[in-house]
Nanobody, 125 residues
């Protein structure tokens, strides 16, 4: 069982930045594809960003140019750098991981086997 623990959320003003971290207990983290999702109150969970096991990235249109996903395999950690934050980015952010033999990223929540507990991001106007 792989555990994921997010951190780095908080309250920030519009236009500000936050960096989320997701520490994993995966013993072979380099073989995992990872992703970030978010869920705002009253809305369904939605895809934000994903990275394949070798670092290829994919982003939802609404974060392109503002968010960056990255990974540090030596630290078993995945990051989400969020810049130019908007009030509509307010949500609980979740990281996810799946052990993948394929060099691809995944954008559907059902593709992921492991999830963190989430970290709240609130952007004030």
């Amino acid at each position: 069982q792989v555990q994921l623990v997010e951190s780095g959320g908080g309250l920030v003003q519009a236009g500000g930045s936050l960096r989320l971290s997701c520490a994993t207990s995966a013993r072979t983290f380099s073989s995992y594809a990872v992703g970030w999702f978010r869920q705002a109150p009253g809305k369904e969970r939605e895809f934000v960003a994903a990275a394949s096991r070798h670092g290829s990235q994919y982003y939802a249109d609404f974060v392109k140019g503002r968010f960056t996903i990255s990974r540090d395999n030596a630290k078993n950690t995945v990051y989400l750098q969020m810049n130019s934050l908007k009030p509509e980015d307010t949500a609980v952010y979740y990281c996810a991981a799946v052990d993948s033999t394929a060099y691809m990223y995944y954008i559907r929540s059902s593709d992921y086997a492991y999830w963190g507990q989430g970290t709240q991001v609130t952007v004030s106007s």
